[in-house]
T-cell receptor, first 115, second 115 residues
Framework: DAGITQSPRYKITETGRQVTLMCHQTWSHSYMFWYRQDLGHGLRLIYYSAAADITDKGEVPDGYVVSRSKTENFPLTLESATRSQTSVYFC??????????????FGEGSRLTVL | AQSVAQPEDQVNVAEGNPLTVKCTYSVSGNPYLFWYVQYPNRGLQFLLKYITGDNLVKGSYGFEAEFNKSQTSFHLKKPSALVSDSALYFCAVRGSSSNTGKLIFGQGTTLQVKP
């Protein structure tokens, strides 16, 4: 199906473990983003990518790693999970240039609990 | 620096009454403005956008928004609220001169429509 999909939708892990959240989009959008949503903080940008092999930090990048070897995939890795990384994570894509106007299209979210 | 303010954490309105959810912004250059809605346990859904042209923008589900350049505002409106409109609403902005594709989101406003 066309769109943007995230997996897993729910994940429980323990402090210190590595976790990878997957994101896949079928639109061939050039830009992809990872946000986290926490009560009282709204949406905060973790990392974004303008194209394959081009990534940059957002507002709250510490403790996270991203890669983008293919245009359609943008995985987010927590190398050593901490309780403060318990959150809902949203992946999004957009095409702000090449004729697009930049609205983001969001996945359904990945709810991560770190015990 | 770019920023978005949604001054109300929650807006309460009776079904059938008009609703307004407020948003003000600060951005370099001309603004690209967006509204999103989030239902419980779902991702954000795009509602409408202002890029250029008519200051009154119409979007999904009967929502509209009015761009006011002098007041740097982009308030979301609906003439007659439905109980099913109850959700979390986010305003977002990107400057036309931005070369990152990032959207800056407000903190969100919870809309509660009571029967």
């Amino acid at each position: 199906d066309a769109g943007i999909t995230q997996s897993p939708r729910y994940k429980i892990t323990e402090t210190g473990r590595q976790v990878t959240l997957m994101c896949h989009q079928t639109w061939s959008h050039s830009y992809m983003f990872w946000y986290r949503q926490d009560l009282g903080h709204g949406l905060r940008l973790i990392y974004y990518s303008a194209a394959a092999d081009i990534t940059d930090k957002g507002e709250v990048p510490d403790g996270y790693v991203v890669s983008r070897s293919k245009t359609e995939n943008f995985p987010l890795t927590l190398e050593s999970a901490t309780r403060s990384q318990t959150s809902v994570y949203f992946c999004a894509s957009s095409e702000p240039y090449l004729g697009g106007t930049g609205e983001l299209f969001f996945g359904e979210g990945s709810r991560l609990t770190v015990l | 620096a770019q920023s978005v303010a949604q001054p109300e954490d929650q807006v309460n309105v009776a079904e059938g009454n008009p609703l307004t959810v407020k948003c003000t912004y600060s951005v370099s250059g001309n603004p690209y403005l967006f509204w999103y809605v989030q239902y419980p346990n779902r991702g954000l859904q795009f509602l409408l956008k202002y890029i250029t042209g008519d200051n009154l923008v119409k979007g999904s589900y009967g929502f509209e928004a009015e761009f006011n350049k002098s007041q740097t505002s982009f308030h979301l409106k609906k003439p007659s609220a439905l109980v099913s409109d109850s959700a979390l609403y986010f305003c977002a902005v990107r400057g036309s001169s931005s070369n990152t594709g990032k959207l800056i989101f407000g903190q969100g406003t919870t809309l509660q429509v009571k029967p």
